[in-house]
């Protein structure tokens, strides 16, 4: 399994960008997808998550203004980001959870910041 992040870029404060991340494999439609962010000096954090039969959760700082979404025919998760603020500045991480295998895969991050 490989995950490749895209869609990251520099925007002001208030605008949308929409993270993709594309799977190989054949493991998609039975993986968790999450999106992970990790800003300089800090800890990597879960942002949102979405389950094989699309239960989404968030962070609560994110609620309101991330969306994630899969679609499996495309074997791609996404992450529609609206309402940025400079906080939400970080290296982007798609990560791809299948229980069954006990598989956790990461790809390369994207950057986004958000410029005030």
């Known amino acids: 399994v490989q995950l490749q992040a895209s869609g990251g870029g520099l925007v002001q404060a208030g605008g949308s960008l929409r993270l993709s991340c594309a799977v190989s494999?054949?493991?998609?439609?039975?993986?968790?997808m999450r999106w992970y962010r990790q800003a300089p000096g800090n800890q990597r954090e879960w942002v949102a998550s979405?389950?094989?039969?699309?239960?989404?959760n968030y962070r609560d700082s994110v609620k309101g203004r991330f969306t994630i979404s899969r679609d499996n025919a495309k074997n791609t998760v996404y992450l529609q980001m609206n309402s940025l603020k400079p906080e939400d500045t970080a290296v982007y991480y798609c990560?791809?959870?299948?229980?069954?295998?006990?598989?956790?895969?990461w790809g390369p991050g994207t950057q986004v910041t958000v410029s005030s």
């Open positions: 990560n791809a959870l299948i229980p069954s295998a006990a598989q956790s895969h």
């Open positions: 979405i389950t094989t039969v699309e239960n989404t």
């Open positions: 494999g054949n493991d998609f439609n039975r993986a968790t």
